[in-house]
T-cell receptor
Framework: DTGVSQNPRHKITKRGQNVTFRCDPI?????LYWYRQTLGQGPEFLTY????????KSRLLSDRFSAERPKGSFSTLEIQRTEQGDSAMYLC???????????FGPGTRLTVT | AQSVSQHNHHVILSEAASLELGCNYS??????LFWYVQYPGQHLQLLLK??????LVKGIKGFEAEFIKSKFSFNLRKPSVQWSDTAEYFC??????????FGAGTRLFVKA
């Protein structure tokens, strides 16, 4: 399967712990997005990378959230000191140069207890 | 602030019925418009998109959407739905930046 992959698929953590998610985009795609989706809502934009540069970051992303994309390949999203309100599905999507179609991964479902 | 509004959260139809899902957005400039679909247990995938030109765009599986600029709308239609169209449908808008804004989604259930 050469689509977007995300790991882990599910994560249960206790409040206050740090978690890190990984996204592997489609190999030739230079643009990568992170979204958060809660029940009954559509995906909410979190951040955007073009190659290794983080070009846009939502105001939704508090200081506890950080994302990286070293070498412009895979990306990680870290949440520090998790809170119950962080419970959500975290989606990653990638896009090739010259295209606007985003290819989504299966998501990582985070539950903070 | 830019936003996308989908009029119906849940729609139930019988097979062969016609479908129209409403989508309105708030942004006065140039937009790229999308409909994404998420079938049960699957990833979000693109159904169709509008960038410019003919405001009536056709997508996969017999879906089409019409962009009406004066109404800031991009409604999704299908003349005759099938049971396999049961899914959640998301309207999305991309403005001048990098951000794509999604609506809250419409869950469609098609009765066989």
């Amino acid at each position: 399967d050469t689509g977007v992959s995300q790991n882990p698929r599910h994560k249960i953590t206790k409040r206050g712990q740090n978690v890190t998610f990984r996204c592997d985009p489609i190999s030739e795609h230079n643009r990568l997005y992170w979204y958060r989706q809660t029940l009954g809502q559509g995906p909410e934009f979190l951040t955007y990378f073009q190659n290794e540069a983080q070009l846009e970051k939502s105001r939704l992303l508090s200081d506890r959230f950080s994302a990286e994309r070293p070498k412009g390949s895979f990306s990680t999203l870290e949440i520090q000191r998790t809170e119950q309100g962080d419970s959500a599905m975290y989606l990653c999507a990638s896009t090739g140069a010259g295209s606007a179609e985003q290819y989504f991964g299966p998501g990582t479902r985070l539950t903070v207890t | 602030a830019q936003s996308v509004s989908q009029h119906n959260h849940h729609v139930i139809l019988s097979e062969a019925a016609s479908l129209e899902l409403g989508c309105n957005y708030s942004y006065g400039g140039t937009v790229n418009l999308f409909w994404y679909v998420q079938y049960p247990g699957q990833h979000l995938q693109l159904l169709l998109k509008y960038f410019s030109g003919d405001p009536l765009v056709k997508g996969i599986k017999g879906f089409e959407a019409e962009f009406i600029k004066s109404k800031f709308s991009f409604n999704l239609r299908k003349p005759s739905v099938q049971w396999s169209d049961t899914a959640e449908y998301f309207c999305a808008v991309k403005t001048g930046g990098f951000k794509t804004i999604f609506g809250a989604g419409t869950r469609l259930f098609v009765k066989a």
